[in-house]
């Protein structure tokens, strides 16, 4: 048996290092914990409810996210209810090649939460019991079996997964009962001889343990999502082409036709998220040819006011309530979009322009998603752009950050506006 273990898990190594996968295929998984033997038993012995003493080895291979099979050994002892039942001790040893099914995956547990699995099992394979101190004083007892069983996982690490399993294991040609002290039949030959009666037993295990995930890939099978992979070569066609159409910007501002409302924008011209050329200031001069976009003057000087004005930040609140100053991102992502990192380098200028200055930036996420993972996206944007800030010479003494979660605000229904709520915010303390 340890031969062929050997045998399935160097294959497994090799296999890997050849196989290029967007997910890993193969798991060694150690589990321990309580067995019991439910029948035969000889008139008078009985055995725990939980006994304690099952140690569960095996290697698994998934396919797919949704099916795989699973070789595993398992070792332990029957004992007596101390107390109640005359003493004994049966060591057994059985081996099994199994279906493995990741229900987690089929019920889409992803919905709730992506740290919780569920995976069943079942097939065949063999076992040995050994008796110790019977009246018969026999050879061990060599079975076939069939087992099924169910496995909840919790994920720790992607390399790691907390599991716990029940399985019910069938034997068949058992021709001793569990304790060893009667012949696995109804009637008892006398004088004792082996009846040859192919009669079943049956006994289950619970047990706790770890899966431990191998491979290169950043995910195990267990917990892969894929993306859908069964479309058309036209279809795809299809969907690149209107990604292009997307994708396209006739006027050169930054922003995709689909997503711009004014493609018409002059050249040079700064713009909001949505395309439309900005006048942060209102003052009639667009912010591309106004020397001082956040101060309003008239077009004679362009843009900027004939007396000194001292209080430039109240203008820099207004662009920022106005929505002007935000940082946007794409989807599941804390990593800011190209065209949107000008507003955080305009902070950093009003920062150093004004010392006595403090910022709050405010992360917020669509409404796709779990509630608590879209706190923590939002939270992990805010931090980006605050690191981003320091990294441009901002000390960390004047910015806080914090994640909002989702802007229940937009419409949940409308692509557009999801990327809208995808952002973060300034607030000036």
């Not at 190594?13 to 914990?33: P, R």
């Not at 993306?227 to 209107?242: F, H, N, R």
Request: aromatic content about 12%; some cysteine; charged content about 25%.
């Amino acid at each position: 048996m340890k031969k062929y273990l050997i045998l399935l898990i160097s294959f497994g190594i090799a296999y890997q290092a050849v196989a290029q996968k967007d997910f890993n295929q193969w798991s060694l998984e150690v589990t321990g914990g309580f067995n019991k033997a439910m029948g035969p038993l000889s008139p008078g012995f009985l055995t725990p409810t939980l006994n304690l003493g099952h140690v569960d080895f095996g290697t698994r291979y998934m396919f797919n996210e949704y099916f795989g099979v699973k070789g595993d050994i398992g070792i332990g002892t029957f004992r007596e209810v101390q107390g109640e039942s005359p003493e004994f001790s049966t060591n057994y040893l059985r081996g099994n090649l199994q279906m493995v099914m990741n229900y987690g995956r089929m019920m889409n547990f992803e919905n709730f939460s992506r740290k919780l699995g569920l995976l069943g099992h079942f097939g065949p394979g063999f076992g040995r019991n050994k008796f110790q101190n019977t009246v018969f004083n026999q050879e061990p007892d060599y079975v076939y079996n069939i087992l099924v069983g169910v496995t909840p996982q919790y994920k720790l690490t992607e390399r790691i997964a907390l599991v716990g399993d029940i399985t019910y294991i069938h034997n068949g040609r058992q021709t001793y009962t569990f304790d060893g002290n009667k012949y696995n039949a109804p009637v008892q030959p006398n004088p004792p001889a082996n009846p040859f009666v192919h009669a079943v037993g049956g006994w289950w295990t619970g047990t706790l343990g770890l899966n431990f995930y191998i491979g290169k890939a950043e995910q195990h099978a267990d917990w892969y999502i894929a993306a859908d992979k069964y479309a058309t070569k036209e279809e795809l066609a299809s969907e690149i082409s209107g990604i292009k159409d997307m994708l396209k910007d006739t006027d050169g501002d930054g922003i995709p036709d689909y997503l711009d409302k004014e493609v018409n924008t002059p050249v040079g011209a700064r713009v909001s998220s949505n395309g439309i050329t900005m006048d942060s200031d209102s003052d009639g001069t667009p912010d591309h040819l106004d020397k001082c976009p956040f101060v309003p003057g008239p077009a004679s000087t362009n843009g900027c006011p004939v007396e000194e004005v001292k209080d430039e930040i109240d203008y820099l609140k207004k662009a920022i309530n106005e929505g002007y100053l935000n940082v946007y991102f794409a989807f599941d992502s804390d990593k800011p979009l190209a065209y949107s990192i000008g507003s955080a380098n305009y902070i950093s200028n009003f920062l150093k322009r004004n010392p006595g200055a403090k910022i709050e930036i405010k992360g917020y996420a669509d409404e796709l998603g779990p509630e608590d993972y879209n706190i923590k996206l939002s939270e992990r944007r805010a931090k980006t752009v605050y690191e981003l800030l320091i990294s441009s010479g901002i000390e960390p003494t004047r910015l806080t950050f914090k994640g909002y979660g989702e802007d229940t605000s937009v419409d949940k229904a409308s692509q557009d506006a999801r990327q809208m709520a995808r952002r973060t915010s300034f607030e000036i303390k």
